[in-house]
């Protein structure tokens, strides 16, 4: 990648984190959530720890190497300390920031996740549900038409695992499951008693999943308070998945950045 578009995505990766940062939009509050890039097939942004995504700024991303990254995977027992000193030591260039915890997670993510955006918030709407004993009716199946469009057919559920590499762990088994059993990587990741993960091939595409993903809560949980959700049938939700007009809006989506 040219260090023009490398620049482009950074200013893009910044955009969308000042955006999911917005005090209004109830997304995260002070250090929460993170975001990353993808800049090319060896190496990734991924936002500072200890910065607000409500102030990014490029100086606050840190550049790692995806393999020395993906490689702390094979670690035993690592003490949180030491992986925050094997984190350090995958970064691509020097200075004085801490890549996020989850720097692992985001870039299975952005290689087995196939995302080239990537971000993850603490939507107070999606934790209701998923701090809950029904965390898994957000993954279960589709409810109305554009969840589908949106989130994609099939969404990720992640069982609960500590923050660092028993969370990146789970992800990883969670991913090539998910790729095996359905053909193609999630767009929507839900992390029991933690979040949500938005994967995107642009900025926009993860500002629309964590848009819809919040809506889709708000919807899910009227619907459980009246009842039970009645969810659309498994050959509804594939008709609605490969019809002409939807792939055309997706397509539009997409285009719209």
């Not at 393999?67 to 691509?92: K, S």
Request: charged content about 25%; hydrophobic content about 40%.
């Amino acid at each position: 990648m040219s260090a023009e578009s490398g620049g482009t995505r950074l200013e893009e990766l910044v955009g969308l984190s000042r955006s999911l940062g917005d005090p209004g939009r109830d997304l995260i509050i002070l250090g929460e959530g993170n975001t990353s890039v993808r800049l090319d097939d060896e190496s990734f942004l991924v936002k500072a720890s200890g910065t607000s995504l409500a102030g990014a700024v490029a100086e606050g991303f840190v550049g790692m190497d995806f393999g020395r990254t993906l490689a702390l995977l094979d670690l035993e027992d690592t003490p949180d300390d030491a992986l925050g000193g094997a984190l350090m030591a995958a970064r691509t260039g020097r200075g004085d920031l801490r890549p996020s915890i989850e720097a692992v997670m985001h870039a299975l993510c952005l290689t087995e996740g196939e995302a080239t955006f990537v971000g993850h918030t603490h939507p107070v709407s999606v934790n209701s549900i998923l701090c809950s004993d029904r965390a898994e009716v957000l993954s279960e199946g589709a409810i109305f038409p554009d969840q589908i469009v949106v989130l994609g057919r099939h969404p990720l559920h992640v069982p609960y695992a500590d923050v660092g590499l028993p969370l990146a762990r789970a992800l990883r088994d969670g991913l090539r499951e998910h790729k095996e059993r359905v053909g193609v990587a999630p767009k929507t990741l839900y992390l029991q008693n933690h979040g949500l993960v938005a994967l995107g091939e642009s900025a926009g595409g993860v500002e629309r999943v964590t848009a819809m993903a919040e809506k889709h809560a708000r919807i899910m949980a009227g619907a459980l308070a009246a009842g039970e959700p009645v969810y659309l049938t498994a050959e509804q939700a594939d008709s609605l998945d490969t019809r002409p007009d939807e792939e055309y809006r997706r397509r539009v989506l997409r285009e719209s950045k």
